[in-house]
């Protein structure tokens, strides 16, 4: 019996015991293919010798030196490092211990930029619909996924959100790609107006959205608009690629291959691995400057920022990942997966959409082809195929979700950043028994 509270108290949980590359190993003898890295986290694979290492190296010398005391050599040298290939006007870091937790800081450093700098009128958020920022409350309260809200309404601050750019789901028939990011873009310019410039803070998007909706990149000319009109209004923009960062979509950013800088991101999952449980804001210099000529003071602080053994440990991901010349491969593979799931899925009658950048590649399934219509949400699609990808020896990371009433299942496909070609065709024909057998109980 177990004494920990699980998110599924009933579920029967295999106990993990070991790992390596892209493997991971239970206590009965079981071997998996972790294809999503568990949340597109473990990008380096399990059990890296050189990562190991260094945690060993920085145990030995520093576990813990509490920030109001001391900075440390980890940190400072991970902050050098990230802000070395960081968007332009990024100048700055801020380690914390999560996603959620950047979620909130981002925040928090967006609403005091404008008390700092006279506009304290500024306390609108503007986030979209299907989106993911965490779990904590101003994270839920940014993020859409109703499911996840739903009971803790009360509880959240008040928040506004417009429809995602989603072509899938969203883009009309006929319409071109370029008149599609113009209609989604304007959703937030028209939201910005009806809550009046001067009362917004922040816009939130992931560039490509990960766990609420399956992967889902934007149109070409989106993020431009969206950069553009952040600009036109003084918001400050905020992109989230705690999930889709680090290398994921074969760029160090995401939101690079839109072409867009941000004034905040929040990054987590592959910065760190899961060798240790690591996030950080990078902030621009505009919003360094303003805490620096003002207060003097970031108003904010949790115990474990900074921590010297998370952040070694993230520094040897990111120097392995480099060293390595990783990138390349997320690159090539990503192409050689998307390809494969092209062929096993391209008219599979339940898989309506496959799409993605890179290693983080989504597929959504649908009861009919072509209307759309997703399966009924009680069947729980999604977790059945998880479930049947591991009675096959896959790890496929699972979600459905609810926009406006609409339902979808997806699974996200998000491999340690080392896979092989072999592994990827063995990935996909295991994920084409698994849909095969939950689509057809
Ligand atoms: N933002 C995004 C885009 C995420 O995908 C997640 C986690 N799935 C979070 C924020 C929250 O991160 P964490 O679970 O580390 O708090």
């Not at 219509?373 to 999604?382: R, T």
């Amino acid at each position: 019996m177990t004494r920990i509270l699980h998110r599924q108290i009933h579920a029967k949980l295999p106990t993990a015991r070991g790992g390596q590359g892209v493997h991971l190993f239970d206590t009965d003898g079981r071997s998996y293919i972790d294809a999503s890295g568990g949340a597109a986290v473990s990008c380096l694979g399990h059990g890296h010798p050189d990562v190991t290492a260094a945690l060993h190296a920085q145990a030995d010398r520093l576990a813990y030196a509490h920030t109001s005391f001391f900075t440390n050599e980890p940190a400072e040298a991970l902050a050098e490092r990230l802000i070395a290939s960081a968007p332009e006007g990024i100048s700055h870091a801020y380690f914390v211990s999560g996603g959620s937790e950047a979620i909130e800081a981002a925040l928090k450093m967006a609403r005091q930029y404008f008390v700092e700098t006279g506009q304290a009128g500024r306390r609108n958020i503007i986030a979209r619909r299907q989106s993911y920022h965490g779990n904590t409350l101003g994270a839920l309260a940014t993020g859409g996924n109703e499911m996840r809200r739903t009971q803790f309404r009360p509880l959240l601050i008040e928040t506004h959100h417009i429809d995602p750019c989603f072509a899938y789901r969203f883009q009309e028939a006929g319409e071109t790609d370029e008149r599609y990011a113009a209609r989604a873009a304007q959703a937030l310019e028209d939201k910005v107006r009806e809550l009046g410039p001067e009362t917004v803070m922040a816009f939130v998007a992931e560039p490509v959205v990960g766990a609420t909706a399956g992967a889902v990149p934007s149109v070409a000319d989106y993020f431009q608009r969206i950069r553009a009109i952040c600009d036109r209004y003084g918001i400050i923009l905020v992109l989230d690629e705690v999930m889709c960062g680090m290398g994921r979509t074969g760029t160090l950013h995401a939101s690079a291959q839109d072409g867009i800088a941000p004034d905040l991101m929040t990054i987590a999952k592959g910065l760190g691995g899961g060798y240790q449980p690591i996030g950080a804001v990078l902030l621009s210099q505009r919003i360094f400057d303003a805490f620096a000529n003002g207060s003097g003071l970031f108003q904010h602080g949790h115990t474990y920022i900074c921590h010297p053994m998370a952040c070694a440990a993230a520094l040897a991901v990111q120097e392995v990942i480099a060293r390595d010349n990783l990138l390349a491969n997320v690159k090539t593979m990503g192409a050689h997966l998307s390809r494969r799931l092209g062929e096993r899925f391209g008219n599979h009658p339940h898989v309506g959409d496959i799409r993605g950048r890179g290693l983080f590649m989504g597929v959504e399934l649908v009861e009919d082809r072509s209307t759309k219509a997703p399966f009924e949400a009680e069947l729980k699609l999604h977790a059945r195929v998880k479930r049947e990808a591991m009675a096959r020896g896959l790890l496929v990371y699972p979600g459905g979700g609810t926009i406006d009433g609409v339902h979808g299942d997806h699974v996200l496909i998000a491999p340690p950043f080392i896979i092989d070609a072999a592994t990827v065709d063995t990935v996909v024909e295991r994920l084409g028994e698994a849909i095969d057998a939950a689509t057809a109980a």
